[in-house]
Every structure is written in C-alpha cells, then in structure tokens.
C-alpha cells in the first residue's frame, strides 16, 4: 500500500514570496503519478499541477512548479509571486499506474498567504 | 463543459433518518468516486466505480453505507441509518481515461444532528 506524507500541517508566505511545501511518499511502484490539488474556503477540490514518474523533468503550471525526487520519494510544490487567491488546504496525492485511478492523498497543507 | 454535479449542497438532518447523497459524473467518465472528509481523518475513498460497476467499496465504513450506480450519469450515497458521526463533507469525483487525474464535484456538507 502507498502512504503519502505532508509534515507541514499549517505555513505562511507574504503576498509576492515564494512559498514551497513538502510531500513524500512511500511506494514500491516504478510506474505512477503524482498531483497537487487546492482546497480553497470554498470547499473545491482544484488540481493543481500533475507529474509523471518516468519523466525526469519537473512540471511547471504558470506559477506553480513541482521539484520531483523519484529516488528520495520527495514531490514538493513550489509557489511563486504568492498571491491572495492562493490560501488554501494543499492536497500532495499518489496514483498507481493502471490501478483504476485511484488517488492516496496526504492529509494537507494549510497555506495561509498573508497581504 | 458542465463539471461534476453533486446535490444538495448541504444537508441537515436528524440522527435515525436516511441521508441521500446524488452525483453526476463529467460526461463520458466511466470511473466516480465517492469521498468522505473530516478533520480527524482527511480524505478516505470509501468506494468506486467502473462503468457503473463498484470495482472496490473496501472504504465504506459499514453497512449503513451504500452506493449504487444504475446509469452512467449518475449516482447515489445512501446513509441509513443516520449517526452524528457520519457528519461531514462528502465528494464525489470523476475521471474519463486511464491514468488520468479526477475532476471533483463541490462536495456535500452533511450534518447529522
């Protein structure tokens, strides 16, 4: 079974810094995906950004950029130009490939972005 | 596109009734799953489905718990008995291909009184 893990349970970053939070994970697979996923107060689950575990390159959405250790098992977000819009609970989640998608998520990430 | 549908929004209720929760998936999805988070616990899967068949209810926590898929466009959580702990936000999520990430509905706040 797969466990994935956030050890940050709450962070703050003044608007316009860079923030970057944790994940890891615990997998004998070769062949999976990783994935962010926000929570604003609003209650939506948003995916944020998404990584394959045989592409080395790390994956970039405009503000958002992951730093993938496949050997150290670490899948950290990196947030930059931090704004207000993105307090949320962050959500580090595993997938097995071809395991009928289903996610193992971590228990999240407070982020609070402070004007 | 529309996104995943989920309703009511919220629902209050008395312990001892039955709890109905409806989802409908994106269009052409064939895999939804149903969530349940709390404080205590996050996120739990508690089961899931493939063209409309529950491939793995390991999740749903007894047996006051069920979930039926009849069509492929929709959905039902059934709680029944009620009890004040299964107060909570319930997701439901759909996703269309293999390996491919899940797109959630906006959840359904349950209070059981």
């Known amino acids: 079974a797969q466990t994935v893990t956030q050890s940050q349970p709450e962070m703050s970053v003044q608007e316009a810094e860079t923030v970057t939070l944790s994940c890891t994970y615990d997998?004998?697979?070769?062949?999976?995906?990783l994935f962010w996923y926000k929570q604003p107060p609003s209650r939506q689950m948003i995916l944020v950004i998404r990584?394959?575990?045989?592409?080395?390159q790390n994956a970039t959405e405009n503000r958002f950029s992951v730093n993938f250790q496949k050997a150290a098992k670490s899948f950290s977000l990196k947030i930059s130009d931090s704004q207000l819009g993105d307090t949320a609970m962050y959500f580090c989640?595993?997938?097995?490939?071809?395991?009928?998608?289903?996610?193992?998520f971590g228990g999240g990430t407070r982020l609070m972005v402070k004007p | 596109d529309a996104g995943v549908i989920q309703s009511p929004r919220h629902e209050v209720t008395e312990m001892g009734q039955e709890v109905t929760l409806r989802c409908k998936p994106i269009?052409?999805?064939?895999?939804l799953f149903w969530y349940r988070q709390t404080m205590m616990r996050g996120l739990e899967l508690l089961i899931y489905?493939?063209?409309?068949?529950?491939?793995?209810d390991s999740g749903m926590p007894e047996d006051r718990f069920s979930a039926k898929m009849p069509n492929a466009s929709f959905s039902t959580l059934k709680i029944q008995p009620s009890e004040p702990r299964d107060s909570a936000v319930y997701f439901c999520?759909?996703?269309?291909?293999?390996?491919?990430?899940?797109?959630f509905g906006d959840g359904t706040r349950l209070s059981i009184l």
């Open positions: 999520a759909s996703t269309g291909r293999v390996n491919q990430p899940q797109h």
């Open positions: 997998t004998s697979e070769n062949n999976y995906y």
């Open positions: 990584q394959e575990a045989y592409k080395q």
């Open positions: 989640a595993f997938m097995k490939r071809y395991a009928g998608n289903m996610l193992t």
């Open positions: 269009s052409g999805h064939d895999y």
């Open positions: 489905f493939n063209n409309n068949v529950p491939i793995d």
